[in-house]
Nanobody, 132 residues
Framework: QVQLVESGGGLVQPGGSLRLSCAAFGFTLNYHTIGWFRQAPGKEREGVSCISSTDDRTYSTDYADSVKGRFTISSDNAKNTVYLQMDSLKPEDTAVYYC??????????????????????WGQGTQVTVSS
């Protein structure tokens, strides 16, 4: 029943922007932690960002150092969708991007660190290619 569907990937020039979407089905985002991960060819999957609710009006977010200041994660609970706004894209951002949900609820807790271990539900991924 739990399903995550990524979309929004594509080809973009260096310095450009993309917004990835992660639509969640079978659960509500309010009480779960969502993470964005990416995997480039020949490399290990790495954490990019995460988001979790700390109460009704605030949330906790975290970013990998490599994307800090360029990427922004957000959640639209009405649409049950998490977004990853990617600005100032670099060729090294090229990868398949995945969204994932932690297996267990973590409401009220920080989403950091962004490790793969606690994420048990994964989307199919969306390709992001940054090239001129």
């Amino acid at each position: 029943q739990v399903q995550l569907v990524e979309s929004g990937g594509g080809l973009v020039q260096p310095g450009g922007s993309l917004r990835l979407s992660c639509a969640a089905f079978g659960f509500t985002l309010n009480y779960h932690t969502i993470g964005w991960f990416r995997q480039a060819p020949g490399k290990e999957r790495e954490g990019v960002s995460c988001i979790s609710s700390t109460d009704d009006r605030t949330y906790s977010t975290d970013y990998a150092d490599s994307v800090k200041g360029r990427f922004t994660i957000s959640s639209d609970n009405a649409k049950n969708t998490v977004y990853l706004q990617m600005d100032s894209l670099k060729p090294e951002d090229t990868a398949v991007y995945y969204c994932a949900r932690k297996t267990f609820t973590s409401y009220g807790h920080s989403c950091s660190p962004i490790s793969l271990v606690p994420y048990g539900y994964w989307g199919q991924g969306t390709q992001v290619t940054v090239s001129s």
